[in-house]
């Protein structure tokens, strides 16, 4: 009985608390910080695959002062999410992350591009420290910890998501569930490295 009440309050103090990231000395680092290269304006470039990344999910703003994301992540269902995208990458529109950084067009990732960033040494995030700094530093089940994807689980409903305090996947119901939105670009002559 007592073992039990321990691991609950245990339970719930990690999932009020904030959780900063921690890396184990003993796994060698599979995204060192020599894969990305950190631009000034608030984009890195995976220097493996060559993807331009935001550095803040959608709803928080690129501080090159302070060089960190700032405000909160927003969440979006994800048929939302998608429309949302569609009025970034808009000429005639007015969204304030049109051509963000010079790059003409933003896209949701697939799962395998957000797994492409998952640190195996480290946890709470799971990401490169370089690449994203303290961006995911979210609350244990808060969900602006997870990513969409544009990858469908193949069930017609669900869509693959990135758990970037793991770095897990999961599917989620596209229409039940609403998660934050990291932005990725091809390859592009914009953003110099």
């Known amino acids: 009985m007592m073992k039990k009440l321990l691991s609950t309050t245990l339970l719930a103090l990690c999932s009020t608390t904030a959780i900063a990231q921690e890396c184990s000395a003993d796994i060698a680092k599979t995204a060192s910080n020599t894969r990305y290269y950190a631009h000034d304006n608030g984009t890195v470039t995976d220097m493996l695959t060559g993807l ?21 992540a927003e969440r979006y269902f994800w048929q939302s999410a998608l429309t949302m995208i569609e009025s970034v990458n808009d000429v005639d529109g007015n969204h304030k992350l049109h051509q963000f950084a010079g790059i003409e067009r933003w896209r949701m990732p697939n799962i395998k591009e957000l797994v492409s960033l998952k640190e195996v040494a480290c946890y709470a995030p799971a990401l490169s420290s370089k690449a994203f700094g303290d961006t995911f530093n979210f609350e244990q089940g808060d969900y602006k910890a997870y990513l969409w994807s544009n990858t469908s689980a193949g069930d017609g409903s669900s869509v693959m998501v990135f758990d970037t305090i793991n770095a897990e996947v999961y599917q989620h119901n596209a229409a039940k569930h609403d998660f934050s939105v990291l932005l990725v670009a091809e390859p592009n002559s914009n953003v110099e490295p």
């Open 52 to 72: 331009t990344w935001m550095r803040c999910q959608v709803g928080k703003t690129w501080n090159a002062s302070s060089n960190k994301c700032t405000g909160t």
